[in-house]
């Protein structure tokens, strides 16, 4: 099926937010700052961004690597955006969606887990192992119930 000119914009705009996103998640205080770690320049990163007067517009390919680099997009992310996909995939694997971001759920209960076992080492050295097993094991089952990881 052939993209529709309202689709276009509507790709174009979900691009832009997800790049705004990631901008904000990298500390870059500033369009200029963004572009300047991406060796863009301000215009043409206002371009791909968007301002409060203007709407995001497309750009050449080769900027849009340079912005995948530069933010640590998975190659051909942004197209993959233009062409209508929901996200964008970074370098480590993680997710980025518009509003939010979407861990590896394997990983992520890795690092709650020892973060768990390190807390609980460091503000609770009274536990027993048994006790702050069953704590840990509440934790998770009550991370479960709310969708924050996976059921198993």
């Keep these: 099926m052939a993209t529709t000119s309202g689709d276009a914009t ?3 705009h979900k691009l832009a937010a997800l790049v705004r996103q990631r901008r904000v ?3 870059f205080a500033s369009k200029e700052a963004a572009a ?3 060796g863009i320049s301000h215009t043409t990163y206002r371009k791909i961004e ?3 007067t203007s709407d995001p517009q497309s750009v050449r390919a080769t900027t849009y690597a340079k912005l995948e680099i530069g933010f640590n997009f998975r190659a051909g992310s942004c197209k ?11 370098g480590d694997g993680t997710e980025l969606i518009e509003g939010g971001q979407i861990r590896d759920y394997v990983k992520l209960e890795d690092e ?3 973060a768990f076992t390190r807390s609980a080492q ?12 069953a704590m840990k094991d509440e934790m998770f089952r009550e991370l479960r119930a709310r969708g924050v990881l996976k059921s198993d």
Aim: charged share 25%.
């Design 10 to 12: 509507r790709h174009l």
């Design 25 to 27: 998640a990298l500390g």
């Design 36 to 38: 300047d770690a991406c």
């Design 50 to 52: 968007g301002t409060d």
């Design 80 to 90: 993959a955006v233009l062409d209508g996909a929901d996200s964008i995939t970074l």
């Design 112 to 114: 709650v887990d020892r």
């Design 122 to 133: 460091l503000t609770a050295p009274h536990l027993t192992l048994s006790e702050a097993k």
